[in-house]
Every structure is written in structure tokens, then in C-alpha cells.
């Protein structure tokens, strides 16, 4: 039976991950889902060691993959990456950005500007080369999807324990991009959507063990999220199952943003 992606070109960015061990990061579990549900994995990121290792997992299932090492806050590597896609399979049908800092910022108090201005140059910035270069190749196919990752962080307040100004105000701009790009070039049959997680247990964001205990006990479902759930997520948006979905924020986050939590 064919897959619910088959035989679409699919370009995920930032399909390594930071960390080890068996759990499995947001970008690395959307290509492995993707590949599965047959689409031909184009995949970036800036990491050549873990963008090969996800390649060969997904070759090692059987999978059609190829790779290429990119900074997408860099607007020609972007437009240079999206080209070799192309190149590659001959059309780009759906575009997975999984790209995003998320540490080392504050508050408006003490934000450092160099870090601020960091946060938009990877969180906006590279969100948007990759997909001012890639509209016109969906375009040329007749349609398709764009999915960011984006966070739960652009919808609420974090608290006063995790101070994330820089996080919080590019996750909100990218969404402010999603309803733009959806509006403009919806005609066209693109449609553009976000994902924001919650806590998501991943390799980046490996916790002590009262630590993980106390993020579990702020969702109702009282566990946190994995690599899996959101690529599950990017699958559905990527999918004809979702060809009337555009310009959506689809919350991935266990409950977590529904109940009060006072700080």
C-alpha cells in the first residue's frame, strides 16, 4: 500500500540532532516518518556527521535520501540548497523546517544584543530564506506545504523560572510569517503551517530526574512529548489528509497550555 507521502520530495532542515543515545530528536524522527510514509528525503543541516548518520538510518530501511550541508540562516545557502534539491528529484513538493535556538537568551533587562540579534538571524531569518527560495519551486509543482517548528513559547508566558525573551519574540514572529505566507500564497495551492511543542523529551533537552519529574507533572497527559510525536505531526501537515489546513499553529504539547499554572 502506498505511504501517505509517497513519491513527494520532501526537504526537512535541520534533520540531524544534537545529543546521543536512543532518543530521538524533532528533526531526525519527522525525516525517518517522512521516508517511511515514501517520500524522497532531501535533507539539511549544518552538521555533515549528523545529517549522514540520519541519511543512513534512513537507508538502511530503504529509503530514498540525499543530503546537503547548509546553514539555512545564511540566504544563499538557503536558495543554494533548495536549488540542489531540485537538481537532485526534480521538484520540491513540501518543505519540513525544524531549525531553532532555544538557550542563552533573558529578560528585556539582560538580554545580550548579540544573542538577540542571533535568535532572529537563526529562528526568522532562516525560516524565511528557506522558504522565499523554495515558494517558487512548490509553485512550479503545482502546490505543497511548508511546516515550521515553531513553540508553545510564542503563544504564553514560560514563567519567571525560564526567562526566554528572545526564544518567546522570534517563536511569535514566526507565527506572524505563517498566517502571512499562508494568506499570499494559499492561491497558489501552498499551504504554510507551524507546529509549536511543549516539553519535548529529546536529545537537546535531556533533564536529571526531578527535573523530567517536574515537567511531566505540568501536563495533564503526564508525560512529556518525543521526536516522534512532532514528526508524526509534520507528516499529517505534509499530507493530502490535511489539504484543507493552512495557516494553522497545531499545538503539540500534551495539554500542557489548557491548564493554569501559576509560577
Given at each position: 500500500?502506498?505511504?501517505?507521502?509517497?513519491?513527494?520530495?520532501?526537504?526537512?532542515?535541520?534533520?540531524?540532532?544534537?545529543?546521543?543515545?536512543?532518543?530521538?530528536?524533532?528533526?531526525?524522527?519527522?525525516?525517518?516518518?517522512?521516508?517511511?510514509?515514501?517520500?524522497?528525503?532531501?535533507?539539511?543541516?549544518?552538521?555533515?556527521?549528523?545529517?549522514?548518520?540520519?541519511?543512513?538510518?534512513?537507508?538502511?530501511?530503504?529509503?530514498?535520501?540525499?543530503?546537503?550541508?547548509?546553514?539555512?540562516?545564511?540566504?544563499?545557502?538557503?536558495?543554494?540548497?533548495?536549488?540542489?534539491?531540485?537538481?537532485?528529484?526534480?521538484?520540491?513538493?513540501?518543505?519540513?523546517?525544524?531549525?531553532?535556538?532555544?538557550?542563552?537568551?533573558?529578560?528585556?533587562?539582560?538580554?545580550?544584543?548579540?544573542?538577540?540579534?542571533?535568535?532572529?538571524?537563526?529562528?526568522?531569518?532562516?525560516?524565511?530564506?528557506?522558504?522565499?527560495?523554495?515558494?517558487?519551486?512548490?509553485?512550479?509543482?503545482?502546490?505543497?506545504?511548508?511546516?515550521?517548528?515553531?513553540?508553545?513559547?510564542?503563544?504564553?508566558?514560560a514563567g519567571d523560572r525560564m526567562p526566554r525573551l528572545g526564544y518567546a519574540t522570534t517563536k511569535a514572529a514566526?507565527?506572524?510569517?505563517?498566517?502571512?505566507?499562508?494568506?499570499?500564497?494559499?492561491?497558489?495551492?501552498?499551504?504554510?503551517?507551524?507546529?509549536?511543542?511543549?516539553?519535548?523529551?529529546?536529545?537537546?533537552?535531556?533533564?536529571?530526574?526531578?527535573?523530567?519529574?517536574?515537567?511531566?507533572?505540568?501536563?495533564?497527559?503526564?508525560?512529556?512529548?518525543?521526536?516522534?510525536?512532532?514528526?508524526?505531526?509534520?507528516?499529517?501537515?505534509?499530507?493530502?489528509?490535511?489539504?484543507?489546513?493552512?495557516?494553522?499553529?497545531?499545538?503539540?504539547?500534551?495539554?500542557?497550555?489548557?491548564?493554569?499554572?501559576?509560577?
Amino acid at each position: 500500500m502506498p505511504g501517505r507521502l509517497q513519491d513527494k520530495v520532501v526537504m526537512v532542515v535541520g534533520a540531524g540532532q544534537s545529543g546521543s543515545g536512543g532518543i530521538i530528536g524533532n528533526g531526525r524522527g519527522a525525516a525517518l516518518l517522512m521516508a517511511r510514509e515514501g517520500a524522497r528525503c532531501f535533507l539539511l543541516d549544518k552538521d555533515p556527521d549528523s545529517l549522514q548518520a540520519t541519511a543512513d538510518l534512513i537507508r538502511d530501511e530503504g529509503g530514498t535520501v540525499a543530503t546537503h550541508v547548509t546553514d539555512s540562516s545564511v540566504i544563499e545557502q538557503a536558495g543554494a540548497a533548495v536549488a540542489a534539491c531540485v537538481r537532485q528529484f526534480g521538484a520540491l513538493h513540501v518543505v519540513h523546517h525544524n531549525v531553532g535556538i532555544g538557550w542563552g537568551d533573558g529578560n528585556a533587562e539582560d538580554i545580550d544584543p548579540e544573542v538577540w540579534q542571533q535568535f532572529f538571524s537563526v529562528n526568522v531569518h532562516g525560516a524565511l530564506w528557506i522558504a522565499r527560495a523554495a515558494i517558487p519551486e512548490l509553485r512550479n509543482a503545482g502546490g505543497g506545504a511548508i511546516t515550521f517548528v515553531s513553540s508553545i513559547a510564542g503563544i504564553r508566558y514560560a514563567g519567571d523560572r525560564m526567562p526566554r525573551l528572545g526564544y518567546a519574540t522570534t517563536k511569535a514572529a514566526l507565527h506572524g510569517m505563517v498566517h502571512h505566507l499562508a494568506g499570499q500564497y494559499g492561491p497558489d495551492g501552498i499551504r504554510t503551517n507551524a507546529i509549536l511543542p511543549g516539553y519535548i523529551d529529546t536529545p537537546m533537552t535531556q533533564q536529571d530526574e526531578a527535573a523530567r519529574r517536574e515537567r511531566e507533572a505540568l501536563i495533564p497527559l503526564r508525560r512529556q512529548g518525543t521526536g516522534w510525536d512532532i514528526g508524526w505531526a509534520g507528516v499529517f501537515l505534509a499530507s493530502d489528509e490535511a489539504a484543507f489546513i493552512n495557516g494553522h499553529l497545531l499545538v503539540v504539547d500534551g495539554g500542557m497550555t489548557v491548564q493554569f499554572r501559576p509560577d
